[in-house]
C-alpha cells in the first residue's frame, strides 16, 4: 500500500463516517427527546401529512364529545325542573281532594288550600321561564320563531314543536346528530275540561286578538281569563265560563299573575291528572334524548381512544428500539472520533522513511 502525506484518505472516510453517525446520534437522541419519530418534516413527510389530518380529526371528536356533554347536563336540569313540576301538581291534586272530600272542612279552610293552589300556578309559570347558562329550558315558540308551540303528546306535530340539534360526529352539521327537546311547559299545562291537549284542538292557535296579532293556545287561555267571559277582544272558547260542568272550557294551570288563576272548584281531578300525566311524558321524552346522548358520547369517546392509537402507530417513537439505536450511534461516534486520531498519526510514519 501506497504512503502519501499531502492526503490522508483514512482520516477522510474516518471523518466522514463520524459526521454520518453523529447525525444519526443527533436523531435518535432529538426522537427519544420528543417521544415522536417525526421530530422533523423530512423523516416521513407521507405520514406527517396523515398525523396532521389525525390530530385534527381528534380535536373535532373533543369538541363534539364537550357539546354531547353540555346536551347531557341541559337535559339532566331540564328533567330535575320538571320532576319538582311534577310535584307541584301532584300538591294540586292533593288540594283538590283536601278541599272538596272533607266535610270537616269549613269556608276558611277550603280558601286556605285555595290560595296555596293559586300560589302554585304562579310558581309553575315562574319554572316555565328558567332557562341554563341563558337559554330558556322550555319552548314558548317553535324553533323558527314563528308561532308557538303546541303539545299534543304522541301525535306532537314537527311543525309546532321547538328541538335543539347537537352534533355527534366530527363532520359537524353534515355528520349524524341528536334532537334535544325544549319541553312545551307551557302549552303541555294547558288542557280543555274535555281533556283535550293544546295540539289537538283544531285552529285553536289561529285565532287573533282585535289588534290583529295571533293569539296562541297558551296566550288565548291566559287572556282569556283575564279578560272574562263579556270581553270580545280575543277568542271565545267556551265563553270561559271555567267550571267542572262546562266541558268546553279552557284551563292552564301556569299563570303569570294572581288575576289570571283558576279556584279549586272550577276543575275536575281529572283535569289535573291528565296534566300530571303530560309531564310525564315530557320528563320520558327528556330521558330519550338522554339517553341517545348518552350512546353518542360513549361512542364519541371510543372513536378518539381509536384515532389516538392510530395517531399514536404513526408518530409515536420505539423508545426500546430507538434507545438501541442511542447506544449503536453511540459507540459508532466514539470509535469514529478514535480512528479520526489513528488516521492522524500515520504520516508520522513517513518520518521514519526520511
Request: net charge negative; aromatic share 6%.
Amino acid at each position: 500500500m501506497s504512503l502519501y502525506i499531502s492526503t490522508n484518505t483514512s482520516a477522510a472516510k474516518a471523518n466522514y463516517y463520524l459526521g454520518v453517525n453523529t447525525e444519526r446520534l443527533q436523531k435518535s437522541i432529538r426522537n427519544l427527546a420528543s417521544g415522536t419519530r417525526l421530530s422533523s418534516p423530512v423523516e416521513d413527510p407521507g405520514s406527517l401529512a396523515v398525523s396532521m389530518k389525525l390530530n385534527a380529526s381528534i380535536n373535532r371528536l373533543s369538541g363534539a364529545m364537550s357539546n354531547v356533554q353540555n346536551g347531557i347536563s341541559f337535559l339532566e336540569v331540564q328533567d330535575g325542573i320538571l320532576d319538582t313540576v311534577g310535584k307541584i301538581i301532584d300538591r294540586m291534586s292533593e288540594l283538590k281532594g283536601l278541599a272538596s272530600q272533607d266535610p270537616m272542612k269549613n269556608e276558611l279552610d277550603r280558601n286556605t288550600y285555595n290560595n296555596e293552589f293559586k300560589d302554585l300556578q304562579m310558581q309553575l309559570y315562574d319554572i316555565s321561564q328558567m332557562t341554563f347558562n341563558g337559554v330558556s329550558l322550555f319552548a314558548n315558540y317553535t324553533s323558527d320563531g314563528a308561532s308557538e308551540v303546541l303539545y299534543n303528546g304522541m301525535n306532537q306535530s314537527l311543525q309546532r314543536d321547538h328541538t335543539i340539534s347537537i352534533y355527534t360526529s366530527e363532520n359537524g352539521s353534515s355528520g349524524s346528530k341528536v334532537s334535544l327537546h325544549k319541553s312545551m311547559l307551557q302549552s303541555a299545562l294547558t288542557i280543555s275540561m274535555k281533556l283535550e291537549l293544546a295540539g289537538s284542538k283544531e285552529g285553536l292557535d289561529d285565532t287573533t286578538t282585535s289588534s290583529g296579532n295571533e293569539a296562541g293556545a297558551w296566550t288565548t287561555v291566559v287572556n282569556n281569563q283575564l279578560a272574562g267571559a263579556n270581553n270580545s277582544a280575543v277568542a271565545d272558547y267556551g265563553n270561559m265560563a271555567i267550571s267542572e260542568t262546562n266541558a268546553d272550557a279552557w284551563v292552564t294551570l301556569a299563570s303569570p299573575s294572581l288575576a289570571s288563576t283558576i279556584n279549586l272548584d272550577q276543575i275536575s281531578v281529572g283535569v289535573i291528572t291528565s296534566v300530571l300525566e303530560n309531564i310525564s311524558y315530557l320528563r320520558a321524552q327528556n330521558g330519550g334524548a338522554g339517553s341517545r346522548l348518552n350512546f353518542a358520547y360513549g361512542s364519541l369517546a371510543q372513536q378518539k381512544t381509536n384515532m389516538k392509537a392510530a395517531y399514536g402507530r404513526i408518530v409515536d417513537v420505539d423508545i426500546a428500539a430507538e434507545s438501541t439505536r442511542l447506544a449503536k450511534y453511540n459507540v459508532l461516534t466514539q470509535g469514529a472520533a478514535a480512528m479520526i486520531a489513528q488516521a492522524n498519526q500515520m504520516p508520522e510514519i513517513a518520518l521514519i522513511l526520511l
